[in-house]
Nanobody
């Protein structure tokens, strides 16, 4: 099993910044992709940013140029720097990891964190 623990959410004024962190722990053999999704009230969960090891980084169009994803592969940790925040960024942000760990019946399984609330006031 893999546990993903997020931190760094909170309340910030429009134009402000936050930094989210997510650390993966457990009997992990390898992690291919880590990233962030978000879900605003009444909306579907959407991709924010993901980074695949040594392959590519993807961002939602709505956050390009404002958010930056980074990883510390040695620590199985992913970060999301959120700049120039707007009220439209208010959502629960979920950490995501795709990889192989003890108990995964396939070469790759998806894992999710519990989510951290980001609220941007106008």
């Amino acid at each position: 099993q893999v546990q993903l623990v997020e931190s760094g959410g909170g309340l910030v004024q429009a134009g402000g910044s936050l930094r989210l962190s997510c650390a993966a722990s457990g009997s992990i053999f390898s992690i291919n992709t880590m990233g962030w999704y978000r879900q605003a009230p009444g909306k579907q969960r959407e991709l924010v940013a993901t980074e695949s090891t040594g392959v590519r980084t993807d961002y939602a169009d709505s956050v390009k140029g404002r958010f930056t994803i980074s990883r510390d592969n040695a620590k199985n940790t992913v970060y999301l720097q959120l700049n120039s925040l707007s009220p439209e960024d208010t959502a629960v942000y979920y950490c995501f990891a795709q990889g192989w760990a003890r108990g995964c019946p396939r070469p790759s399984c998806d894992y999710w964190g519990q989510g951290t609330q980001v609220t941007v006031s106008s």
